[in-house]
């Protein structure tokens, strides 16, 4: 594979139109498409250039990167159904089928035997960073698949973020995805309850920061993407938490940790409970909001003004209130 590969780009949305902007950027000969107008319509006012379907973007080219909503839909597409042909029989033999879905492990390992099967390398390279690491090209890529591809797609995923981490064989990208986003779920749930503990408690939210972001409640969900707004000022809380990363992908991605808690028989408590929680979010206005927006639905239910510091529960409650139309990844 030479340092600048054609490269077949299907899923240009909110994530995948970024990063295919970057591959254009660097100089990479990039054939889009997408199943939604308006992303096709977003890909060209950006410079992509775009195919007339899936299959005629894939013919010829040397990857095919897949940024798709869910597993299903990259084992479809690879197979093809409804009697339309599937990417892997579109492709030329030896294609590196790259996939950048989040997606359940057990369907990652599906899809890279499939792609073997039919003549093809694959590997499964899930992203974090959010539409801000797409656009700013800062993404971390969790690789899973054999060596010699992980270091075939390297120079391609160096473009589009700034850490690459080959994690094991195929699938093993996915598993450190679930694992990693485990960890966040439940994490921000803490310290978001933390936040309104501390208002009843008449803890101001800058007091609170300054003690548990340099003890041993530190943690990416308080000192990056604080859930409250002023300690940091860059936090989606600032912004009526526009994400981000929506409240619906972190639902999503924990259903996937469940589902793999399930099939390896974890003992896991805390992990399932905050998927539950989650998806509650996600079934109405937060689907759309960052997922530290957890924490309005936690001061909701705990009553705003009940105990605690007046000032400062209705300095947040006012905060709340004028920060709850956040627009969606």
Same mark, same amino acid.
């Given at each position: ?20 902007? &970057?591959?254009?950027? $660097? ?69 590196? !089928? ?13 899809? @890279?035997?499939? $792609? ?24 971390? !890529? ?37 694992? &990693? +986003? ?24 800058? $007091?609170?920061?300054?003690?548990? %972001? ?10 990056? +993407? ?11 809380? &600032? ?5 981000? !990363? ?16 399930? %099939? ?17 979010? @996600? ?7 960052? !997922? %530290? ?18 000032? +400062?529960? $209705?300095? %947040? ?13």
């Amino acid at each position: 594979m030479t340092d600048k590969y054609t490269v077949a780009f299907l899923g240009l949305g909110h994530m995948g139109g970024p990063m295919a902007v &970057n591959l254009v950027k $660097a100089g990479y000969a990039v054939a889009g498409f997408d199943v939604v107008p308006a992303a096709l319509d977003a890909a060209t006012a950006s410079g992509v250039p775009v195919a007339a379907g899936a299959v005629e973007a894939v013919s010829g080219a040397d990857v095919v990167l897949t940024m798709f909503p869910s597993g299903r839909h990259v084992l479809d597409a690879y197979r093809g159904r409804e009697g339309q042909p599937g990417l892997l029989a579109a492709a030329k033999p030896g294609t590196m !089928f790259l996939d950048c879905s989040t997606i359940n492990v057990d369907e990652a390992r599906e899809a @890279a035997s499939l $792609a073997i099967d039919a003549g093809h390398r694959s590997v499964d390279a899930p992203v974090s960073g959010g539409v801000v690491g797409a656009e700013a090209g800062t993404l971390t !890529f969790m690789v899973g698949g054999d060596a010699a591809d992980f270091e075939a797609v390297r120079p391609l995923l160096d473009i589009m973020g700034k850490r690459v981490v080959h994690c094991g064989a195929h699938g093993a990208g996915q598993a450190a995805k679930i694992c &990693n +986003n485990l960890i966040l779920g439940v994490s921000m749930i803490a310290v978001s309850e933390a936040f309104v503990l501390g208002e009843k408690l008449g803890l101001s939210h800058q $007091a609170l920061f300054d003690v548990a %972001s340099a003890a041993s409640g530190q943690c990416w969900a308080l000192t990056t +993407n604080c859930p409250v707004p002023g300690p940091v000022p860059t936090s989606p809380a &600032n912004r009526g938490y526009q994400p981000g !990363f929506a409240g619906a992908l972190m639902a999503k991605d924990l259903s996937l940790a469940v589902n793999a808690l399930n %099939s390896t028989g974890v003992a896991a408590r805390m992990g399932p409970l905050a998927a539950e929680i989650y998806g509650t979010f @996600a079934a109405g206005e937060g689907a759309g909001r960052d !997922f %530290s927006g957890i924490i309005t639905d936690i001061r909701d239910m705990s009553g705003r003004r009940a105990g605690g510091g007046p000032e +400062n529960l $209705a300095g %947040s409650a006012s905060q709340g209130a004028a920060q709850d139309d956040g627009s969606p990844e």
